[in-house]
């Protein structure tokens, strides 16, 4: 045989075991392939408007595991990851043979393992595959899945699973977990000496923990950073400038934002994409922390909702559903923003505005805040006083009761309500009633949600718009057209009459306009405001409509208000400027149609009766009772005229119960001047003021 035939058979049959091995090995691939799914195990993540994390929840196995993209991750970290860990990662296929090399060499001649040969690749197989021991099997295993892994994913891909499943302490999976956890944000911006310590941990992420082990962190770190000097990636003096930072000493919460809104988003998004909502983080973190704050203040039991809108697009910024989800004594799961509750005062702006509208009044016409009968239906005043005559802006800035009722019954309940239906807001009343006068005082059910719907139009020159939070489908945000609920020019009118209004005592300067409101028996206190684009609601009370004595919408929500619009980080918008033909005569100016309001009405509508009137004891008098005794004497109270039934107080408190006789006892509880009130079943009063003895 000669040497030219015996060489091609000799190159046939090694070509011949090549393919055979090659088969085999593509055989023993598909057979074996390695545990790649498509989409890796991560947190569910709920994004706010620009896209930041609001909230993550943990995976079923109960890590923190967020998904990575590389282009969200800070550039100089990678290059010093790869350098460190794999520095010809971007030009092998999976092994890099000449690291294994100097390992071997290394460990031949030092006696023990001075460096590692495992590729980013290998890491990763080991991730995915965890192996049970530390046997050549073992790495030769991991050896062969990296070349499944090569062929499988781009080196663009091994990185960032790499990046979304490598440990860091704890349940702490993936580079943007263990940079939130350790220094509270994205690894989008990281500094040389964090750069240095996400590099480290993973290695030995327990015994590297920063607040648990920060000794062996901050050593592993300067390591990392000798070896980037040793590299020429980084200059001595930036390495040692890192070297001076503190590692961290305590792990942060990851963000838990917008809790309610969160769940609810989570719910309807599904195994979709993560939600993104039209929260803003920084707006949401402000209302979080006020919130909290003013919840403590309050008082056990107690719970405060808030919601921030921009009234030019509907876009809710802010939306604390509870001022803590976990706090089981305020019932904190409920979403307080959408469960109906008397509003209390809140709607009285549109009334008036209607009373605008149709020219019955301007800023100035007088109107008598006096006991008035509508058919059986008498209001009350929250102080149960009365103040006479007054202009139609005091009684808005004052939120007295009877004047808003006189209104009210002058423009029409049906009218009201379908205003309010026109603006997408369908306030709830008692079964089988139609709408009446008491819907002006809070006698319907409403949420906060809806109250700041309906204030988007006295921020927005009277359009108001369907407020969306990102969670409704893209044909129902489509369809969401501003509606008017007022003219522009009433709109002008009550928001220059509310932005009189004094602020709290001790509140922020803030150029806004608000109302308050307090529901029947002390259940609720609401504050809603705007200046000239957002719109911000607060309610405060008790998720279980128990009643709070001594809470108002003035004491207990205004402030928050106001704390509220200063910690959202928002800057402040103008409120527009009268539109043009608008006129706002002084009292000297009106017309005589618009002097006092419903002098005719109200001569016609009063009970025939003479009011009521204290005929003992008189105004001024002494009466010594012997109060500095052991036992006081208790005083008969005699009335003439008004219509029974009749309840006393005095200084302000009512007397027990109601009583159709002219007279009653009254038992003091010390001596002093002391006021008497009465009043009659037509709400009128008659007051004497005595000195007891």
Known sequence: MTRLRKFTIGAAAGVACLVLGALVLWQLDRAFPPPLPEKLAVSAEVLDRDGQLLRAFATPDGYWRLATDLDQIDKPFLDMLVTYEDKRFWDHRGIDFLAIGRAALQFATSGHIVSGGSTLSMQLARLIEPRESRSLAAKVRQVLRALQI???????????????????GGNLEGVRAASLAWFGKEPKRLSVAESALLVALPQLPEKRRPDRNPVAAQAARDRVLARMVAAGKLEQREAARAAIDAVPATRHALPALAPHLAY????????????????????????????????RRLGPKLSVAMMLADSRTGDILGEVGSANYFDASRSGWIDMTRVLRSPGSTLKPF?????????LVAQQTLIEDSPADFSGYRPKNFDMAYQGDVSIRQALQLSL???AIRLLDAVGPARLMARFRQAGVSPVLPVNEAPGLAIGLGGVGTTLRDLVQLYTGLANGGKARSLRDGTETAAAAAAAPAATILTAAATWQIADILSGVRPPEGALPRAIAYKTGTSYGYRDAWSVGFDGRYVLGVWVGRADAGAVPGLSGYVSAAPILFEGFSRSGLAAVPLPPRPAGVFNPGRGELPVTQARFGTERLASSGPTEPPPRIVFPPEGAHVDLGVTADAATPLVLKLQGGRAPFRWLANGKPLAGTDRRRTATWQPDGAGYSTLTVIDAAGRAASVKVFVE
Not at 351 to 359: S, T, V
């Open 150 to 168: 090569e062929r499988r994913l781009s080196k663009r891909e091994i990185l960032e699973r790499y990046l979304t499943l490598a440990p860091y």
């Open 264 to 295: 609810a988003a989570l719910r309807k998004a599904g195994d979709g994409p993560s939600p993104q909502l039209t929260i803003r983080k920084t707006v949401q973190q402000g209302l979080e922390a006020v919130a909290r704050s003013a919840a």
């Open 351 to 359: 009334i008036y505005g209607l009373a605008f509208e149709q020219g």
């Open 401 to 403: 009761n009877v004047p």
